[in-house]
């Protein structure tokens, strides 16, 4: 598989040409959050964040760009 970033348009505080964010779904993001920490992914925020969706943790990779997990919060 391939992931090309695509340039989003102006808005969401980010300019035109900036790759919007890579978004992983996950089952458990508290528990994908710690994998990844202890094999050495960087977070922006110490732990995941609570939004109406649900729960999301942002990284930036060692090119820019921005890698998003999270998980829809259940109905």
């Known amino acids: 598989m391939q992931i ?3 340039p989003q348009v102006a808005g969401a505080g980010q ?7 890579l ?8 528990e994908d959050f ?10 922006e925020e110490s732990e995941p964040q609570d939004y109406p969706f649900g ?4 990284a930036v990779d ?4 921005r890698v998003s997990l999270r ?3 259940e109905p």
């Open 4 to 6: 090309i970033p695509w």
């Open 15 to 21: 300019p035109a040409g900036v790759p919007g964010p």
């Open 23 to 30: 978004i992983l779904e996950s089952d458990d993001v508290r």
């Open 34 to 43: 710690e994998i990844m920490r202890r094999r050495g992914v960087t977070f």
């Open 55 to 58: 729960l999301r943790i942002e």
């Open 62 to 65: 060692p090119d820019g760009n």
């Open 71 to 73: 998980q829809p919060r």
